[in-house]
């Protein structure tokens, strides 16, 4: 069946980095946009960026803008968030989806925390 499989995710300090990465296998991806979402204890879920078919159109939550930057490699199925900067406000799990087809993965921790 369909996966979407996250990785990357971990515990950073205040102002560091991390980069996450959803392999995806098992549909045509390069035929659709691909998102992050991230989802706080106790809050709903949060579009961060998204990305088209093609990789030529992002956008990005203003919350992250100048921060995160989101890209594609459809040869090789993956889609990557890098996220500078990072604050606390940021802890979350990060899911990447193929919204149009309601493909989710199961979802990366991202603690920022001194």
């Known amino acids: 069946q369909v996966q979407l499989v996250e990785s990357g995710g971990g515990l950073v300090q205040p102002g560091g980095s991390l980069r996450l990465s959803c392999a995806a296998s098992?549909?045509?991806?390069?035929?659709?946009?691909m998102s992050w979402y991230r989802q706080a204890p106790g809050k709903g879920r949060e579009l961060v960026a998204r990305i088209s078919a093609t990789g030529g159109v992002t956008s990005y939550a203003d919350s992250v803008k100048g921060r995160f930057t989101i890209s594609r490699d459809n040869a090789k199925n993956t889609v990557t968030l890098q996220m500078n900067s990072l604050k606390p406000e940021d802890t979350a799990v990060y899911y990447c989806s193929a919204e149009a087809r309601n493909y989710w993965g199961q979802g990366t921790q991202v603690t920022v925390s001194s």
């Open positions: 098992r549909f045509t991806f390069s035929s659709y946009a």
